[in-house]
Every structure is written in C-alpha cells, then in structure tokens.
C-alpha cells in the first residue's frame, strides 16, 4: 500500500526495520519536502515488494554505470516525472537513501545521488566515494554524494496516476 510521505509529522511507516528509523524517516520527510517545494509534487512510496520495477531500474543503473550493488534491502521506493524529469528513490534498511534524476529529453542531465541516514556508517560498496554534510531539520546530519550518469537507462512508462 502506498504512503504519502507527510513531512510535518515525521513517521517512521515503512522504516521501523531499520536500525536508523528515526533518522531514516527524517531523511524520508526531507525528500518529501523538497519534492512538494521544488515541483508541488505529493512523495508517495510503496512498500519494496510493490515497486520492484523502480528498484531494479535503479539498480540497473549502480551496477552497470559503477559496478555497485546494495547489500541492504530496499524497504520503500518511488518513482514519477516532473518537469521532463524522471525521479526514482528508493530507501534501504541500512538508513540508505538513493536517488535517480534522469532527464527524459536526450542530453538533459542525468545523475544519481546518495544520501546517509544520521548515524549510519558508510557502506562498504559506496566507501570509493566522497560524503559532503548538510544539516536537516527533519534529518539531522546528512551526508550526500553523487555520479553522472553516462550511458542510456531508459525507464519503462510511468503507470498512469503516477
């Protein structure tokens, strides 16, 4: 069942398995904030077993752009377009929060990014990578990091609603 991600009142709905919920959920909400401020877009997750397709997109992408592959289960993930963008996030177990901007129109920019739940430690397979921190209301300390995207990953079509 899907869940409108409220970021006034922080829940951990989704996230209780994590060892980080509470930080996990603040960085859940703090997506959700920017999604609703940036393009009035109302973040909606599903439980992982719902949104197995965004979840292997995503996937797909870290294992054949960097060779990477999450050893946490994802727990929740969304997937919509906004302005000619299509957004994929997908929130692991570990605290972990991934996410994908791709441009739908050829030569827009495409890139995914990385964000660590507070107080969870670098996992293994992102350690190659650099963290900048930025201070969250709703999430504490968040530590981020990113790639460019440079070959083709073509997401299949959004379900209509979405």
Do not use: C
Not at 22 to 44: I, Q
Not at 80 to 96: K, N, Q, W
Not at 128 to 141: D, E, I, N
Request: proline letters at 4%; hydrophobic letters at 40%; zero cysteines.
């Amino acid at each position: 069942m899907s869940y409108a991600v409220d970021f006034v009142d922080v829940s951990t709905v989704g996230l209780e398995t994590s060892p980080v919920a509470e930080a996990a959920a603040g960085l859940r909400a703090n997506e959700a904030r920017y999604s609703k401020n940036k393009y009035d877009h109302v973040f909606t997750v599903e439980p992982a077993v719902e949104a197995s397709a965004t979840i292997a997109w995503v996937s797909g992408i870290l294992k054949s752009e960097r060779s990477i592959e999450i050893a946490s289960p994802a727990l929740e993930a969304t997937e919509f377009e906004v302005e000619g963008i299509r957004m994929a996030y997908v929130f692991y177990e570990s605290g972990l929060s991934i996410n994908v901007m791709y441009a739908v129109a050829d030569g827009g920019k495409r890139a995914v990014g990385f964000k660590l739940s507070d107080g969870m430690a670098v996992p293994e397979e992102l350690g190659a990578f650099k963290f900048a921190r930025q201070r969250s209301k709703l999430a504490g300390t968040i530590r981020g990091s990113y790639f460019v995207i440079k070959q083709e990953h073509r997401p299949s079509p959004l379900p209509s609603g979405s």
